[in-house]
């Protein structure tokens, strides 16, 4: 079964304006992340939400998670062009203990426009 | 602040060559994972490692692959026989461990494996 599907997949957007990135998945997790990846780097945790959160702050971030939809969205408010980079979702699944193993969607490509 | 680091940042081989891929995690975690990256693919699970044993390895995760802690911080990817399939981009992670189903996954920079 496919995970952390987001879309768009491509988002172009003029600075200062918002972004709204949406991730669907098919089944149960345990948490979802979101990570930010600039140009053939590393990946970058943004923020983890919880299964029984259905709404998380941090900074100019905001995600929601709604479990009965199975699907999740991510708002970057006042974008500036340094958050320019792909955007991915990545459902958590707890395995044994805390392990848990992250499956991750194929990402979406945000521009913002100076 | 604590970050997981990686080496070496890009790595060339020949195939059939054995590689080792090293990366220290985050000094007090206890959790840790190698992740591949094909070129303009998604990220996929390869191996989860905990208490000095594999706790979940998946398809990819064949005899060809091993990992170890040989220390008290490195923890290292060794692909025993390279194929021209294997060329990606290898991450790092690792998790603390104290939260139960929601422990943050935090990933290094990424060591990029190009097999000839």
């Known amino acids: 079964s496919q995970q952390g599907e987001e879309d768009p997949q491509a988002l172009s957007i003029q600075e200062g304006e918002n972004a709204t990135m949406n991730c669907s998945y098919k089944t149960s997790i345990n948490n979802l992340q979101w990570y930010r990846q600039n140009s053939g780097r590393g990946l970058v945790h943004l923020i983890l939400?919880?299964?029984?959160?259905r709404e998380k702050h941090s900074g100019r971030l905001r995600v929601t998670l709604d479990t009965s939809k199975k699907s999740s969205s991510l708002l970057i408010t006042a974008s500036r062009a340094a958050d320019t980079a792909s955007y991915f979702c990545a459902t958590g699944l707890l395995l044994t203990g805390a392990n848990s193993k992250l499956t991750f969607g194929k990402g979406i490509t945000l521009s913002v426009r100076p | 602040e604590p970050e997981v680091t990686q080496t070496p940042s890009h790595q060339v081989t020949q195939m059939g060559q054995e590689v080792i891929l090293r990366c220290v995690p985050i000094?007090?975690?206890?959790?840790f994972y190698w992740y591949r990256q094909i070129l303009g693919q998604k990220v996929e699970f390869l191996v989860s490692?905990?208490?000095?044993?594999?706790?979940?390895k998946s398809e990819i995760f064949d005899d060809q692959f091993s990992v170890e802690r040989p220390d008290g911080s490195n923890f290292t990817l060794k692909i025993r026989s390279t194929k021209l399939e294997d060329s990606a981009m290898y991450f790092c992670?690792?998790?603390?461990?104290?939260?139960?189903?929601?422990?943050?996954?935090?990933f290094g920079p990424g060591t990029r494996l190009t097999v000839l």
């Open positions: 992670a690792s998790s603390s461990g104290t939260g139960v189903g929601y422990d943050e996954q935090f």
């Open positions: 000094s007090n975690h206890l959790y």
């Open positions: 490692f905990y208490n000095n044993e594999i706790s979940e």
């Open positions: 939400i919880r299964s029984n959160e």
